[in-house]
C-alpha cells in the first residue's frame, strides 16, 4: 500500500495483537465443544477481552477518541470528530462453531465521515485494509470491485435472519428473486468479511438486514476504496443503520430494483 496514515498503522497493530489472543482462544475452543454451555461463556469473555484489548491499544495512542463498540456500547472521549467502530469478533456464532471464518473489524470516522478500515481474519491472515483515498488493499494486493454486469453470472451474499430477529417473509421473498435471478447465493456468517469479499471481487454483490454498525462500518470503506457503490436498501445513504447493500455500479441498481419489489410483494 502506498500511503498509511499513523491511525491506520496503529489499528493494523491492534488488530493483529488481539488476532493472536483469538487464534489461541480458537484453538482451546476445540476442548470445550463437549459441554453447551461451556463454549457459549468461553466465547462471550473471548469477545470482552479482544475487546478491551483493541480499546486499550486504541486508547493508548488515540486517547481522546470516543469509541462505538459491540458490548460496551458507546465509550466517550473529548475528541467528538474521531471514533473507533469497532466489532472484536465479526462471526461469533462461526467462532463458536469452530468454523474459521471470524474477523476483527475496526473503522475509524473523522467528523461523520469513514476515513480508515481494518477487516482481519487470524486464522486465514488475510489482513483487509482501506484508508480514504487511498485504495483498499489485502495484504499488499490492491483490491477491485468485480466487473461483472450480468445478474445471471453473478454470486450474491447475504445474511439469513435467526433466532426470531428480522423479517423472514422479506428475507424469502429476496431470496426468492435472488435465487431466481443469479448464479447463486452465499451465507458466510461474517457481515465485515461479506463486505471484504466484495471490495475484493469474491462475491458480486451483498445485501443484509437487521446489521449493527459494528457490522459493517470498517467494509463499507473497504467497498468504496475497492471502487464499490454501497447505500441502504432504499439506495439511501443510512449504511450505518442496519441495512445494506454493496456491488459494483452496473448490479447496484438491477439488485435494488429485485430486491425492493420482492419487499414490495412480501407485505403486499
Ligand atoms: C453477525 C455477523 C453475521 C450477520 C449478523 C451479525 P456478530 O455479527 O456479521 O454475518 O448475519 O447479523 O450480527 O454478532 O458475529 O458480531
Request: neutral net charge.
Amino acid at each position: 500500500m502506498k500511503y498509511i496514515s499513523p491511525a491506520l498503522t496503529v489499528m493494523t497493530a491492534a488488530a493483529r495483537k488481539a488476532g493472536r489472543g483469538l487464534i489461541r482462544d480458537f484453538g482451546e475452543l476445540e476442548n470445550l465443544q463437549v459441554s453447551m454451555k461451556g463454549p457459549a461463556d468461553f466465547v462471550s469473555t473471548a469477545d470482552k477481552r479482544t475487546e478491551n484489548l483493541l480499546v486499550e491499544e486504541l486508547k493508548r495512542v488515540r486517547p481522546g477518541y470516543t469509541f462505538l463498540v459491540e458490548e460496551a456500547g458507546i465509550v466517550e472521549g473529548p475528541d467528538k470528530t474521531h471514533r473507533f467502530i469497532i466489532d472484536p469478533i465479526d462471526g461469533t456464532t462461526n467462532f463458536l462453531h469452530g468454523i474459521p471464518h471470524f474477523a476483527i473489524s475496526i473503522g475509524l470516522e473523522r467528523e461523520g465521515q469513514l476515513v480508515s478500515a481494518v477487516v482481519f481474519n487470524p486464522v486465514t491472515d488475510e489482513m483487509y485494509v482501506a484508508e480514504k483515498g487511498a485504495g483498499a488493499w489485502l495484504n499488499d494486493k490492491r483490491l477491485r470491485i468485480a466487473a461483472r454486469r450480468k445478474l445471471n453470472e453473478s454470486i450474491l451474499a447475504t445474511g439469513i435472519p435467526f433466532l426470531g430477529h428480522g423479517d423472514t417473509a422479506v428475507f424469502v421473498a429476496e431470496l426468492n428473486a435472488a435465487m431466481a435471478t443469479t448464479a447463486g447465493v452465499r451465507r458466510f456468517g461474517a457481515a465485515s468479511l461479506d463486505l471484504a469479499y466484495v471490495a475484493a471481487g469474491r462475491f458480486d454483490g451483498y445485501w443484509e438486514r437487521g446489521l449493527s454498525a459494528w457490522d459493517v462500518a470498517a467494509g463499507i470503506l473497504l467497498v468504496r476504496e475497492a471502487g464499490g457503490v454501497i447505500t441502504d436498501l432504499g439506495g439511501g445513504a443510512d449504511v450505518l443503520g442496519g441495512q445494506i447493500l454493496a456491488s459494483n455500479e452496473y448490479l447496484h441498481p438491477q439488485i435494488l430494483k429485485l430486491l425492493k419489489d420482492a419487499a414490495k410483494s412480501a407485505k403486499s
